[in-house]
């Protein structure tokens, strides 16, 4: 399988290397995302496919053919005077010496010398840049074309925030599954997944199946699933830990302005709430609500300077979320506290929103959780560097959220909690996992701060422009993006991974593949499982 | 391996070309086959580019015969002079050359020697000759009596007789040519075209 494909005729740092390929390496066998070896004279490059072309030595044959019915003729000039070159970006290189070994593949900084042999990346190659499966990496699928298995170190990844994209339809929920399912196995972080579409917790669905399994069924002691929506649960057998009830007295002004545009609100009402929450405190939405159109409430108004016009635009938007049926004036519980008690467990939460998938509910409750979470994270961790304890530190916390340009659009990525969280990344341990189908719409601010970013096919220009923007060899990933198969198909850059790779997830849906994802200690975890196949 | 077959003998001969007289009437060797002249110590090898047969005085011409015979064989029966009144001669480019145990496929420091006898290669030595394709850089270049295109394709087709496997010994040698004949595209599917099977 290792033959020489070709050598290396011309090319640069910047614009990766051409390689002329040998008359007997077939051109359609030579795909884009691909990785090759290239053999430089004092060092191994390791690289990736990014163009083929074809070439002719004279141009007069272009213009008039050779009779190409006779396979004699045909023979002679392939490789000869027609041929294929590959464009080849070296990523990587393997020093020679010992101590370059131990270090392992550094980013390249030169190109190979003229005519070095290019070949085909091994299994070995693969596994000397990625790693094999650890305690720390995770299988998550295989190079394009290739039978080894790529694995990505969990450990790294859940240190930055990260990103999820593709258009809809490409497997981004199959993908974050078997993500989920590698962090709760093979790191320290918990996960918070907030799951609008009901994918995570206990099944999902699947184009022209049956339903899969998600985390509760196969992690059944490390997973808890909460739900807005008790009754829907119930409806699909779901088995809950939770419900999630948000008090009015819950709902501070720092969470209309991140719904400022779901709910319709102008901008001066939005500073109302402020001015609202002041005069009322705690019990302000409910107190705003029952505001009577009478003498005493005008002069309220005017006292508090809100025009007649912003309190009834601030209104309507307040009836709404007070219409949410998961709103209630006096809840039992508090959900927040019962959602970190989980988490300090180590237990993975997943929030169903059963019925209520929309995007108004969603943000108000991701931002309202998470910023309380966060606050919590924030002054533990405060005090245990003050104290300088590490093991008042909080577990390492990554928040899943879908529809992610939602809350982290240029307007109100400053203001809600996720534009910070991927701001200040890991600072307080608590990190994002944003799957999103249109990047183009997240703050630039927020793309350029995640640290891994996933991407499966997607066709509009602006949408792979945001999410290759500040990676290196960047038009080069682009020709690999535009050409992933429409499914099942992923590139993979970022902080997490040494170099780009394309990959093809690993299966997820079948009996065996749950039964590779399972954990190998814990008989009992197994036999819950041997369980769930029957 | 077979004796090599003595064909004639060097009558003229510079550093690049050479011709012989050969000793029968007609037994030329074919056009493009290898010829090798010389002694133990340095054997020339040639290709055959030319021949002709023509009276041995060069002032008088041969006349037509036949008016009254049946075939050609009985106008050479009724006339057995001619066989000795006639000549045939054939030119052939030098390719290569070996001396001692090594095989050199550019020009000798010598030309070959006037009287010298002149062999048909065995297939072996064919098999040999033809493991490099260096030798196609002089025809190509060599300036000749007969178009280049027609001595390398009958030269090349002369070869791959003696190779196991005719075609890929073409193969390889189209290929060679795609490159040498990179800026001439015509020559080389006239060649492709001549040699092809």
Redesign the interface.
Known sequence: MNERLGIVVSGSLNKGVEVRLD?SASIEDMVVGRHVTIEGEKRRFFGMITDVSLGV??Q??AV?P?DTT?P??T???A???TFGTIHVSPMLTIGGDATAILEGPQPVKTVPSHFSAVKLATQQDVELVFGTEDEKRFFIGNPLDMETKLCLNLEEFVKRSNGIFGKSGTGKTFLTRILLIGMLQKSQAVNLVFDMHNEYGWAGTREGGPPVKALKQLFQSSVAVFTLDEENSRHRGVSTDGVVRIGHDEIEPEDIVSLRQTLNLTEPAVEAVYQVHRKFGKNWLQNTLDLKDSEEGRELLKELNIHESTFQNLRRGLATIRRLPFTEANPPTNAVKAILEHLDRGTNVVLEFGRYRDITAYILVANMLSRRIYAQYQSRMEKATATAKDNLKPRPLVITIEEAHKFLNPEVASQTIFGTIAREMRKYNVTLLVIDQRPSGIDSEVMSQLGTKITCLMDNERDIDSVLAGASGRAELKSVLAKLAAKQQALIFGHAVPMPIAFQPREYGSAESYRDFAPKEGAGVEKDIEELWE | MAESQRVGEVIEASTTDFVAQCYELYQIPPLGSLVKTGDSAVELYAVVCNAATTSLEPGRRPIARGKDETSEEEIYRSSPQLMKLLKSEFGALVVGHKAGDKLYHHLPPQPAHIHSFVYQCTSAEVTEFGQSFDFLNILLNARLPVPAEELISASLRQMSQAHQDP?AF??AA??E???LL??N?NQ??AI?GRI??
């Open positions: 008359s030595i004279d007069k044959l008039t050779p006779d004699f003729i023979e002679v000039l490789g000869t005077s | 075609r073409l193969v189209g290929k040519l795609a490159i990179s800026g595209l080389l599917k492709l092809r099977q």
